[in-house]
């Protein structure tokens, strides 16, 4: 990157309140097998307002945090973070329509008109 771009917008680091907030009121588990389990909060429990309390600004971003759990040993394993993914997702207007209208005959020609 030269110092002339943009930077990349940033995603808040994962904190402990987050990896709380998963082990306490985690609803999705799936079970990985080996004694280990995947504990993640759905979009539909983060919406509620004890979620909003708890964690105010971050409470969208605890959705991207999974949480491997050890049954056995009751210990973390693992914390993943899915917020690039989500990032790199188009929003759904995007998908909606096409910014800027081209020549159908000529795919190297320039836009022709901004278009809404």
Known sequence: MTRFACPAWTIA???AAMISAVLDFADIHRDLGGGRSLRRISHERAAKADMFLLLGRDV???TDIGLVWN???DQIVR???DAELRESRFMPWE???ELFETEETDERAEP???CA
């Open 13 to 15: 680091p994962v904190n």
């Open 60 to 62: 969208e971003r605890v």
């Open 71 to 73: 049954d056995r040993e």
């Open 79 to 81: 914390v993943t973070d």
């Open 95 to 97: 998908d909606a329509f």
């Open 112 to 114: 022709l008109r901004l």
